[in-house]
Each structure stands twice: as structure tokens, then as C-alpha cells.
């Protein structure tokens, strides 16, 4: 199995549905993170999580919102999508200062029409 | 906040050929990160560099960390078709928090 699972690995919704994106880990990291791939941007963080009662807004958080629901599980919902939104999005997982590195799931590519 | 310019956005090369990409950012930072992203996977850490000047190999790659501490650049020697993917680089700020350059696309030709 994964150490981060991402679900659904694909996903198109309709523009003004509500969807949320799920992940779970088995690494035992604290830390989680959601961040949007878009072509020739790279990776933005819309959201993080230092620990379960630990949640913070990224660049990009507009337009979203999030749930750690657990220690392994890591949420992030769209309240009402739009097409703008269209992107490949990943939750990440980290051990936390003095570590290098983050551990990312294989991504769900969302689709607004 | 942070950003990383990295250059090129793309590359087609021919099997066999060598490869370079850099990174140049606008602040200084400690510590150079480069991921390769395959195709339909998430990115996964490839070297890092932790000091000015230093220069890391692993296997067919060598990055290096600019004297600056403003650069990177990556090499890929005699490619193949599996060095197909996105590379990104990276910097950590503020204790493990990253932020990612715009991506330099490898396409290898057979």
C-alpha cells in the first residue's frame, strides 16, 4: 500500500458542486499538506496542518477549505466548484523540523465543467 | 512570498544527451531541494543541498547549490527515456516548509 493515499485519483464535477478530495497516510507524520499543481506553476500551497488541532491557510486558499480528522487523515473540500479550479492537487506529508523532505501521494486530477 | 524562477518550462532531447536546468530564487535560503515528478505520480525527492558551494550527486544526476545561495542547477548525464517527467526545485523556510519552482518538463526521445 501507499504511504499516501489520495481518492478519487480522477474526478470531473459539475461548476456550484460541493467535493471533497480525501487523504490518508501511513507514514505517522504530524504534518500534512495540500498543495495545487497547475502547468508552468509548479506546486502552491493552499493549506497545511501541523497536528490534528493545527490548521493553516497557504498561498492559494481561496475557494477552499480543509478537515484533519485524524492524525493519518488530511481533507480538503471545495464548497462550490468552479472551472478554475481544474488542476492536479496532492497531499503531501512531512516528519517536521529537522527533516528534509515531504512524501506526496500520486495526485487526483479534478475537472470543473 | 518566496519565488523560484526555473528555467527551462520544457526540454526535448535526444536519448543519450546530456541535460542541465537551474533555479534562480529572490531571497536567500539554506537549504536546495530538486524533485522529479514521473508521469501520473507525485514527486518524489531526488538530492539535496544544504550549504553554499556544495555539489551532490545521485547516479546519473549532480545538482549543485550556487555560491550565491540565490541558484541551483541540476544535470541529468546521458539521458534515457526514463528521465522522462517534471523536475521541480525547491527551498525550505520557516522549519520544513517548501515552496516549488514552476517545473522543467523532460520529454526523451528514443
Known amino acids: 500500500d501507499a504511504d499516501v493515499t489520495q481518492t478519487p485519483r480522477n474526478r470531473i464535477t459539475k461548476t456550484g458542486k460541493r467535493i471533497m478530495l480525501e487523504c490518508s497516510q501511513t507514514?505517522?507524520?504530524?504534518?500534512m499538506y495540500w498543495y495545487r499543481q497547475d502547468p508552468g506553476l509548479g506546486l502552491r500551497l493552499i493549506y497545511y496542518?501541523?497536528?490534528?488541532?493545527?490548521?493553516n491557510k497557504g498561498e492559494i486558499s481561496d475557494g477552499y477549505s480543509v478537515s484533519r480528522q485524524a492524525q493519518a487523515k488530511f481533507s480538503l473540500s471545495l464548497e462550490s466548484a468552479i472551472p478554475n479550479q481544474t488542476a492536479l492537487y496532492f497531499c503531501?506529508?512531512?516528519?517536521?523540523?529537522?527533516?528534509?523532505?515531504?512524501?506526496f501521494g500520486s495526485g487526483t486530477r479534478l475537472t470543473v465543467v | 512570498g518566496q519565488q523560484l524562477n526555473q528555467s527551462p518550462q520544457s526540454m526535448f532531447i535526444q536519448e543519450g544527451e546530456d541535460v542541465s536546468m537551474n533555479c534562480t530564487s529572490s531571497?536567500?535560503?539554506?537549504?536546495w531541494l530538486w524533485y522529479k515528478q514521473d508521469p501520473g505520480e507525485g514527486p518524489v525527492l531526488l538530492i539535496a543541498?544544504?550549504?553554499?558551494?556544495e555539489l551532490t550527486s545521485n547516479g546519473r544526476l549532480t545538482a549543485q547549490f550556487g555560491i550565491t545561495r540565490k541558484d541551483s542547477f541540476l544535470n541529468i548525464s546521458a539521458s534515457i527515456p526514463s528521465d522522462v517527467g517534471i523536475y521541480f526545485c525547491?527551498?525550505?523556510?520557516?522549519?520544513?516548509?517548501?515552496?516549488f519552482g514552476g517545473g522543467t518538463r523532460l520529454m526523451v526521445k528514443p
Open positions: 503531501a506529508t512531512s516528519e517536521g523540523r529537522g527533516h528534509i523532505g515531504y512524501t
Open positions: 507514514k505517522g507524520h504530524d504534518r
Open positions: 531571497s536567500i535560503f539554506n537549504t
Open positions: 496542518s501541523f497536528d490534528v488541532k493545527d490548521i
Open positions: 543541498l544544504y550549504k553554499a558551494g
Open positions: 525547491a527551498e525550505e523556510y520557516a522549519g520544513n516548509m517548501l515552496t
